[in-house]
């Protein structure tokens, strides 16, 4: 064999092998795909508006609908926000190949393929099986799969036992749906990934030479949060499906209160707060206030009076008529952000309100 053919065959060989390892890498487009729920959309649904104060709940709030600069798309480019291309994320992935920088691109872009990149490289991630097993364009038999390997990795974990119960429910399998949400009182923790999501997204962001008030309010606000009508999807199951006998029913309804109970507990996102609320609110359906109580600790009549008050908390944390995002400067919008992430929306509101009325 000739040394030219020689070098020609390595040189051939070497750059098969580079385009296999980044057909890996970096996953195949896809078609666009609808856009998922995020916390913005369902801001725009709830009767209390909570967040992204000065913006009109019937505006569509996102920064990828750019034929007309709505408010939060103009709220986005005042604070230097760049949605990066495709193509920018490909070649960010091809440089660090962190599975960080797969997720924050299919969050970002929407793009599964993404997700199914990063398992390849991480087979046991319970981030990428929490984001996979709610991804609406796999089948529900994959989806199951994917949440129960979450629920494996995680076995303490609520939001686990809850993603699995609303696809087993999706797939008709009701009895073991029911089954998973009984095991929750074996469980202690709540972990629905936000915290993580949204300083990954934040980082990520911030690679492409965003300001970090900008990659801060998109990480926290323009996130997708199937998980919040999955909550309401499962206990809506059991509200309807109430066993006719009078134990059973009052078991059904303390796991649906408990659910409702557990999402506002966390003082984390208050859509999560809100949908907790109408949850408990739900518990309580065609109850008179002399019946049994499927909260602990509470009667009817004092679980009725705690969620009003919860309800008027959250009002008064929101202050929507006292400031506008669009008025507070980098630093503020950072520092808020940052305690959203750190105690919760509501004492971060807290703080902001308190800020704002002491200038």
Avoid at 107 to 127: C, G, R, V, W
Avoid at 256 to 272: D, F, M, P
């Amino acid at each position: 064999m000739s040394k030219r053919l020689l070098i020609i065959l390595i040189f051939t060989s070497s750059l098969i092998i580079i385009l296999f390892l980044n057909s890996l890498l970096v996953p195949k487009r896809e078609p666009n795909r609808p856009s998922e729920t995020t916390i913005s959309d369902l801001v725009r649904n709830e009767a209390i508006t909570t967040r992204t104060p000065g913006i009109s709940k019937q505006k569509n709030l996102s920064i990828h609908n750019s034929d007309d600069k709505d408010e939060a798309t103009q709220l986005f480019e005042k604070f230097d926000l760049k949605i990066p291309s495709r193509d920018e994320f490909e070649n960010l992935i091809l440089s660090d190949e962190k599975i960080e920088t797969m997720i924050a691109a299919g969050i970002i872009l929407k793009d599964p393929s993404f997700f199914h990149a990063a398992l390849e490289l991480n087979p046991n991630n319970p981030h990428v099986f929490f984001l996979l097993a709610q991804e609406n364009s796999i089948s529900l038999e994959k989806k199951l799969s994917f949440a129960r390997n979450l629920l494996e990795l995680q076995p303490d974990n609520l939001v686990a036992s809850y993603l699995l119960s609303s696809i087993q429910i999706e797939l008709e399998e009701f009895d073991a749906s029911i089954k998973t949400l009984l095991e929750t009182d074996k469980q202690n923790l709540f972990n629905d990934f936000f915290e993580e999501t949204a300083t990954i997204v934040k980082n990520c962001l911030l690679e492409f030479n965003n300001s970090e008030a900008g990659a801060s309010l998109y990480s926290i606000f323009n996130m997708p949060v199937p998980m919040a009508l999955k909550y309401r999807q499962i206990s809506k199951f059991l509200s309807e499906n109430q066993a006719p006998l009078e134990a059973r029913s009052i078991q059904t309804r303390k796991i649906i209160a408990e659910i409702g109970s557990n999402l506002v507990n966390q003082r984390g996102l208050i859509i999560n707060e809100l949908v907790g609320i109408s949850i408990q609110k739900m518990a309580m359906d065609n109850m008179d206030d002399e019946d049994p109580s499927p909260f602990e600790g509470m009667n009817i009549i004092q679980a009725k009076k705690n969620l009003e008050l919860q309800k008027k908390e959250i009002r008064d944390s929101a202050a929507t008529d006292v400031f506008q995002i669009s008025d507070l400067d980098h630093e503020t919008i950072i520092l808020w952000s940052d305690l959203i992430l750190e105690k919760g929306e509501f004492e971060a509101n807290r703080w902001i309100k308190s800020k704002l009325n002491s200038q």
